[in-house]
């Protein structure tokens, strides 16, 4: 069972940079590919980035392509995202995601923050 907690949400004005962190525990870090999602209100859950076991492998969705760079660190259980250049469009609450290498889908999911980008 692994537990995810994100953290470093808030408020920046469009433009600025925030940097989103998770923490992990509870089981052997290294095993799982991380993932970063955001939900929007009245919009569904969407994926944002995504990077495997040893960080040699990112993956980004097309809107925060050059703009958002998604990172772990497998010896402190962490994993985070610089978010750069935001937009209002970017306001959303972001969820850390941790799934088995192999598997197709996400199973642990951290509480969310919030990320609020104000014009």
């Known amino acids: 069972q692994v537990h995810l907690v994100e953290s470093g949400g808030g408020l920046v004005q469009a433009g600025g940079s925030l940097r989103l962190s998770c923490a992990a525990s509870?089981?052997?870090?290294?095993?799982?590919?991380m993932g970063w999602f955001r939900q929007a209100p009245g919009k569904e859950r969407e994926f944002v980035a995504t990077?495997?076991?040893?960080?040699?492998?990112?993956y980004y969705t097309d809107s925060v392509k050059g703009r958002f760079i998604i990172s772990r660190d497998n010896a402190n259980n962490m994993v985070y995202l610089q978010m750069n250049t935001l937009t209002p469009e970017d306001t959303a609450v972001y969820f850390c995601?941790?799934?088995?290498?192999?598997?197709?889908?996400?199973?642990?999911w951290g509480q969310g923050t919030q990320v609020t980008v104000s014009s």
């Open positions: 509870g089981g052997t870090f290294s095993l799982y590919t």
């Open positions: 990077i495997n076991w040893n960080g040699g492998l990112t």
């Open positions: 995601a941790a799934k088995l290498r192999g598997r197709d889908e996400y199973n642990y």
